[in-house]
């Protein structure tokens, strides 16, 4: 006969009890991370909990369970979206330039000669000679400049995300552990023996 007392159900998860050290080594190390990662990211990484907590509510919601894949890739994706909206905030909130400045910049830099290429160098490669005057033209249009900009605002924007959400993503995990004082095992199923 089986015992149903000693008898587990699959779906019991391994809860074990943290060391009351391991917790505050825990909370010290996450605070630190989570300092470490607000700097990196010029505060982008105070949305990385966002996003977690986003990613917990959608696999709540379809009756899954969130990995910590997905709750590394919520927080990136906050701490991104986070740092291009305070990239636009400071861009709104920079002093313009004024129609006289912005004529005396481009009377400024056409004064410069534009750097030219060695004779030898456009005998040995003549299409070099080509290259560079269709490069000049590409540099000073407008368009190229503005597409420019938006490109190196968009990477600075997802490179910070990247920096904020992983190390504010490790830093919460970490004060995650703080304040709970237990973790859930790698195997998550009990099995415990039956007894006849």
């Known amino acids: 006969m089986f015992n149903s007392a000693d008898s587990a159900s699959p779906s019991a998860v391994v809860v074990e009890r943290i060391p009351f050290i ?8 996450g605070g630190v ?6 700097v990196l990211s010029l505060g982008a990484a105070l949305a990385a909990p966002f996003g977690m907590f986003l990613v917990h509510r959608w696999a ?3 009756n899954r369970r969130s990995s910590w894949i997905a709750s590394l890739v919520g927080a990136v ?12 905030l400071l861009f709104a909130l920079a002093p313009r330039p004024t129609q006289q400045q912005l004529q005396t910049a481009v009377t400024e830099t056409q004064r410069h000669e534009p ?12 299409q070099a000679a080509h290259t560079d ?7 000073q249009s407008p368009e ?3 597409v420019t900009l938006l490109l190196g605002a968009a990477f600075a924007a997802l490179l910070l995300g990247v920096l904020g959400g992983t190390l504010g993503w490790c830093g919460s995990a970490l004060l995650r552990v703080a304040w709970s004082g237990q973790r859930a095992g ?4 009990l099995h415990a023996p039956r007894s006849l």
Do not use: C, E, N
């Open 22 to 29: 391991t917790r505050l080594l825990s909370g010290v190390g």
């Open 33 to 38: 991370v989570f300092l470490v990662a607000l």
């Open 60 to 62: 709540v919601r379809h």
């Open 77 to 88: 994706l906050a701490s991104s979206v986070a740092a291009a909206a305070l990239g636009l």
């Open 115 to 126: 750097v030219k290429m060695p004779a030898w160098y456009t005998r040995v490669f003549p």
């Open 133 to 139: 005057s269709v490069t000049q033209q590409l540099i």
């Open 144 to 146: 190229f400049m503005t």
């Open 186 to 189: 790698p195997d998550s199923l």
